[in-house]
């Protein structure tokens, strides 16, 4: 049933020209469905984490030794960057903490950009911050910015990305054959699912793309051939990653659900607003695109800005690279440095 919905809100979206239809139209028809409580929906994180697979081989592709090069250019302003949007998304948390009356230390954790299972399981190790609650604003902040960021991408806004945003050279090859996939498709598969379940073993963030990302690069700088997906692979990639999107709202157990929705919806759009404005000096100091430094600094996840960067020809692998700087970044640094924080809020208070 939830295949069947997803499949109607994809061909509708797709019907009215939506950006990137076969992901948001699936995410609005779980989301509009599942609200409605006539029907029980239900789709298993095994068919996202397959989509995802094809998104991080598609974006592991893109990571060539120029780029890379490129990349560790970029480092300094990656880093700039991420602190930047980090400190930015602590001043509006402080913000909505005194207009919804929510305790700080929730709010904090629930605004921190594309950190969702970590900052759900930092909520678990911190006495007094409401899980729920924490869950509720990532999901819908993160619901929130996959909607708005396709959107202003394709706007008019954009309209003079569209010729020029392919500097990815390997993005430009030309319409991926079915017949030209094998066999090198299936070396690249079975290595990017093997370093998928040993990065899930190992706790690493977003293993079912972080893994094919790092072994299709890996592969494809020993001198592989990996070819293009057809359009057909994207586009069912993104229903099996979109239909599990619409499923992650929740609202039984949530107290002030309309405020808290009101924040959240407040929060993705100041957010994304002000990581617009940022984008606009990543493009002027390092001649970027303007989609493809937007894309770099947007806060949604790297699967959906990598499938909208795929869509208009944009710079994959500088965009890779800035999202998983930030996702390395929220692992490694962040919940440590907000223990420490907390642990001297709540001591000074005592």
């Known amino acids: 049933m939830t295949l069947a919905f997803s499949l109607v809100g994809g061909s509708l979206f797709f019907i009215l020209h939506a950006p990137i239809p076969w992901l948001l139209g699936p995410m609005t ?38 780029t890379l090069l490129q990349i560790t250019q970029q480092l300094p302003s990656m880093l700039i960057v991420t602190l930047i949007i980090l400190l930015f998304s602590a001043l509006i948390a402080k913000v909505v903490s005194k207009w919804t009356g929510i305790d700080y230390k929730t709010v904090l954790t629930g605004s921190i950009p594309g950190g969702l299972s970590q900052m759900v399981t930092l909520g678990e190790e911190i006495k007094g911050i409401d899980l729920t609650v924490v869950t509720f604003i990532q999901v819908s902040r993160l619901l929130c910015i996959i909607f708005i960021v396709p959107f202003l991408i394709f706007s008019p806004i954009y309209s003079d990305g569209f010729s020029g945003a392919g500097s990815d050279q390997s993005v430009q090859a030309s319409a991926a054959q079915w017949s030209g996939l094998f066999p090198n498709i299936i070396i690249f598969f079975a290595l990017a699912l093997a370093v998928a379940l040993i990065g899930k073993r190992i706790k690493l963030p977003t293993p079912f793309l972080l893994g094919p990302i790092i072994a299709t690069a890996i592969l494809s700088n020993m001198g592989m051939h990996g070819p293009q997906l057809p359009k057909l692979m994207i586009n069912i990639s993104q229903v099996l990653i979109g239909g599990y999107f619409g499923l992650m709202l929740k ?100």
């Not at 006539?38 to 397959?50: E, G, H």
């Not at 407040?266 to 404005?277: A, D, K, Q, Y």
Request: hydrophobic content about 50%; proline content about 4%; some cysteine.
């Open 251 to 350: 609202t039984d157990q949530l107290q002030n659900k309309y405020k808290i929705i009101g924040f959240a919806l407040f929060n993705g759009i100041v957010l994304t607003s002000f990581c617009w404005g940022l984008s606009v000096l990543v493009e002027l100091t390092h001649h970027e695109t303007p989609i493809t430094s937007f894309l770099s600094v947007a806060p949604g996840g790297m699967d959906q800005m990598g499938l909208i960067a795929k869509e208009l020809h944009a710079n994959l692998s500088i965009i890779t690279g800035y999202q998983i700087f930030r996702i390395f970044f929220i692992l490694f640094i962040v919940p440590p440095v907000l223990k420490w924080l907390f642990r001297r809020s709540m001591a000074r208070e005592a």
């Open 29 to 66: 028809a779980g989301l509009i469905v599942s609200r409605l409580n006539i029907f029980k929906l239900y789709w298993p994180s095994q068919l996202r984490n397959t989509g995802l697979i094809a998104v991080g081989y598609m974006l592991g592709l893109s990571i060539t030794r120029s």
